[in-house]
């Protein structure tokens, strides 16, 4: 774990709020992470890879799990995070029962650079954190998300090969995880 690191700038400092997102929001999020997704080639099959309706189905994701958005002062959506409180979850993808995980981390382009995306792992964290009785924050990444994982050293996030896994033959995942 990365001792020297420390959590981002309170939200009103950054000039961004983290908080769930809303229904009107669905479809724009959606289509936020799709366009993310697709710009950073992170989808194997590009504009025919079956994740895009993942990706665009907020609505479900917010029933089933919590999705939590970044947003200017105005309400522009700067990116969101889908963050699964427990292994049981049907959104947990590699979390046990002692563990919280997050996927679909997304930042829109013109919002890189600003901390969006360490804010919505943190607010994970904090969670993950005050839920009580969880031990560990996990992820899953594709290797090509370079800069995703660059954050995640940063955040003191450490490799775990050993959970490693191919969610469909030929798309390796490799899993993170953060003691809290």
């Not at 799709?34 to 665009?56: E, I, K, S």
């Not at 650079?113 to 594709?142: K, N, P, T």
Request: aromatic fraction near 6%; charge should be negative.
């Amino acid at each position: 774990m990365n001792a020297t690191w420390t959590p981002p700038v309170a939200s009103d400092a950054t000039g961004f709020a983290i908080r769930p997102v809303r229904p009107a929001e669905h479809h724009a999020l959606g289509e936020l992470s799709a366009r993310a997704y697709l710009d950073g080639g992170l989808l194997t099959r590009g504009a025919d890879d079956p994740y895009l309706d993942v990706l665009r189905d907020v609505a479900r994701r917010a029933t089933e799990a919590k999705v939590l958005v970044a947003v200017d002062p105005d309400g522009t959506l700067l990116g969101g995070v889908t963050f699964v409180p427990s292994g049981d979850s049907p959104w947990a993808d590699i979390a046990g029962p002692d563990e919280a995980e997050f996927r679909v981390l997304t930042v829109s382009g013109a919002a890189r650079g600003r901390g969006v995306g360490e804010a919505l792992v943190q607010a994970c964290a904090d969670r993950a954190r005050a839920a009580g009785g969880c031990v560990r924050l996990v992820l899953s990444v594709i290797p090509q998300a370079v800069a995703a994982r660059r954050l995640y050293d940063r955040m003191g996030f450490a490799r775990a090969p050993q959970r490693d896994w191919e969610p469909v033959p030929g798309v390796r995942l490799l899993a993170y995880e953060l003691t809290l």
